[in-house]
């Protein structure tokens, strides 16, 4: 595959793959050991999906948000929920202008291509709500008239765990428009002697440049689009999110919304393992991930501390893998080897 840039420059697959590393590398001059998350956060990127990070305050969520908005050369707005946070700082709102006698829209913080929702379980749930269109129609609608948001756009949420004080819960329809959930963890000791030596005089933001744009993070994400999905691989997506909704320890299964994240994420976490096809542990890799928190568990389940990703593990074990008879990997697109 070959993308055109500007009618100029042509973009192979291959230096797609290599931004994607790229941009691995530059966020991890900033956020130490924690890969994983990293990789997921450009996967979601990737896949056009939401980001919930959800973990204690000053383990790097706010950090790792920045670091990938300049590496990826997107245009980046933080809000900062708190109580007195308005509907209308996030999607705009209409102003009079008594010079032109009429009124203008003034851009909420919803016009960029990366929005991070600090904290957002500290705002009221009317607030939350502001996002919802946000985050499904790429859109928001403000005294009647609909505008458009920037292209590639995604929310990255952090959030203090429930419980914390002055913290909202999330409602379930606002949780389930997340494509995952990640948490950052506590650094090693060896990663916290990196990172305060790192930031004692200076922040290693300054380092991280600008390795993507627009036009390429879109078409990365457009090849991420065209990854090869088995038929096989479909019924077993479905297999696996289907079973969330009659198992014993869960009230409240995963939608079909959730199926369809699950495929988009496992082309896009193919991507970012330079195939042009999807497999099976690419499935199970992201399945905890992006299924766990769209999950209720039954009132008997939370007696027992019963853990969600526990009970995806369990529905992994549980569900085969489709293989044909031969046990042979059958993924590769029509008429393509296996890399």
Same mark, same amino acid.
């Given at each position: ?127 939350? *709500?502001?996002? $919802?269109?946000? #985050? ?10 609909? !505008?458009? @948001? +920037? ?107 959730? *199926?369809?994240? $699950?495929?988009? #994420? ?10 042009? !096809?999807? @497999? +099976? ?21 939370k007696i027992a501390r019963v853990d969600t990703n526990a009970v995806l593990t369990e529905i992994l074990h549980d569900t085969a893998v489709p293989y044909d008879s031969g046990e042979k990997q059958i993924f590769s697109p029509p008429g393509g080897d296996e890399k």
């Amino acid at each position: 595959m070959e993308i055109k840039e500007n009618g100029k420059n042509e973009i192979t697959e291959e230096m797609l793959y290599d931004i994607s590393d790229s941009l691995i590398a530059e966020v991890e001059k900033v956020v130490v050991g924690k890969r994983d998350v990293v990789m997921m956060l450009i996967t979601a990127l990737l896949a056009s999906g939401h980001a919930l990070i959800e973990d204690v305050p000053g383990v790097g969520k706010t950090t790792l948000a920045a670091s990938l908005a300049r590496a990826a050369g997107l245009s980046y707005k933080r809000a900062q929920f708190t109580p007195d946070v308005m509907a209308s700082d996030i999607t705009g709102f209409n102003i009079y202008n008594q010079q032109a006698g009429q009124f203008e829209f003034r851009e909420g913080l919803v016009m960029c291509n990366i929005l991070l929702a600090d904290e957002i379980n500290r705002a009221s749930p009317k607030t939350q *709500s502001a996002l $919802l269109e946000a #985050m499904e129609e790429r859109r928001v609608t403000v005294d009647g008239k609909t !505008y458009q @948001l +920037p292209d590639p756009f995604i929310v990255i949420a952090t959030e203090n765990p429930t419980g914390f004080v002055g913290t909202y819960p999330l409602p379930e329809a606002q949780l389930d428009r997340f494509a995952v959930k990640l948490r950052m963890g506590y650094p090693s000791m060896e990663e916290e002697m990196k990172i305060i030596r790192e930031r004692r005089d200076a922040s290693p933001i300054d380092t991280v440049n600008a390795v993507a744009d627009i036009e390429k993070i879109v078409a990365m994400r457009d090849a991420a689009d065209k990854v090869y999905l088995a038929p096989a691989l479909y019924k077993y997506i479905v297999l696996l999110v289907s079973a969330t909704r009659k198992h014993a320890k869960l009230s409240l299964g995963a939608s079909p919304r959730a *199926s369809l994240m $699950l495929m988009k #994420m496992a082309q896009a976490y193919a991507f970012m393992h330079r195939r042009d !096809y999807v @497999l +099976p542990e690419d499935i199970a890799s992201i399945y905890r991930t992006v299924i766990s928190h769209r999950l209720i568990l039954s009132q008997e389940a939370k007696i027992a501390r019963v853990d969600t990703n526990a009970v995806l593990t369990e529905i992994l074990h549980d569900t085969a893998v489709p293989y044909d008879s031969g046990e042979k990997q059958i993924f590769s697109p029509p008429g393509g080897d296996e890399k």
